[in-house]
């Protein structure tokens, strides 16, 4: 019989996985993965910000992720330096200042391990509440801004010249992912998050021929590792969260092996 706390760790875990397999694909396609990065960094610092002025931390994080990704999205529009290297500031930077301002909370007891790895097996109903309104949130918007995003993805000049609302897709993706971010927080922590957002996307794109089949077998990747490396936490009393990133990476070693295809 499954625990009570283990079916929310499932289910919490399942939902997570089926939105950071499509928004994923299109962080790799993008060659966006500093990007989460960045974004998951910041969120430290807004876990800080919120114990620090009073407010639940999560909204904390949520909000700093938000407004990191607006201003990653207007100094990347600026082109003060190449976007690889203005993400690696920002994500450090704010990584730093997160555990400086935690450091300074002398009269608030942090446990910086589970914001940092997460802790699955701890969600509650309005944890897992909170995934499955972000899990709708992200599938409205992959359905109604698909070809925008992938138009844009594919052929960004082509699609400026055609009209496509290039800009505002850019944008839009990078706040989804902010919204991710804050929101799987809570399961793999903010340092792992960005695993479950490329490990199966890179996966699965060694084995498909379209971007359909790509976001399908990503989300297919998530699910497995979600559930292998909960079993494998029980099994041999490792920690959950990092678990699920062993074996999402174990899978992307198998399809490193196999023979490749034309990959989306």
Do not use: N
């Amino acid at each position: 019989m499954i625990e009570d706390f283990f079916g929310r760790a499932i289910v919490a875990g399942l939902g997570l996985a089926m939105f950071t397999g499509p928004l994923g694909c299109f962080l790799i396609w993008r060659r966006m993965a500093y990007f989460g990065a960045a974004v998951s960094h910041s969120a430290l610092l807004g876990v800080a910000l919120g114990l620090f002025i009073g407010v639940d931390p999560m909204i904390g994080a949520g909000t700093t992720c938000l407004a990191m990704a607006v201003l990653l999205a207007a100094l990347d529009r600026r082109q003060l330096l190449p976007t690889d290297t203005l993400m690696g500031v920002v994500a450090h930077a704010a990584l730093a200042i997160g555990l400086v301002v935690l450091a300074s909370l002398h009269a608030v007891r942090v446990d910086l391990m589970a914001y940092l790895f997460g802790d699955i097996l701890a969600v509650g109903a309005a944890d897992i509440a909170a995934i499955f309104v972000t899990l709708a949130v992200a599938g409205i918007y992959l359905y109604w801004g698909w070809r925008p995003l992938l138009s844009a993805t594919v052929h960004r000049d082509l699609a400026t010249v055609e009209g496509a609302p290039v800009d505002a897709s850019q944008f839009s993706l990078m706040v989804m992912v902010a919204l991710v971010v804050a929101i799987g927080m809570k399961v793999v922590g903010i340092l792992l998050i960005v695993s479950m957002l490329i490990l199966p996307a890179a996966a699965a794109r060694r084995l498909v021929s379209s971007p359909e089949q790509m976001v399908a077998l990503a989300t297919i990747i998530g699910v497995v590792s979600v559930l292998g490396g909960l079993y494998a936490s029980a099994s041999f009393d490792s920690p959950a969260g990092p678990s699920i990133v062993v074996v999402a990476a174990a899978i992307f070693a198998v399809m490193c092996i196999l023979p490749r295809r034309d990959s989306a």
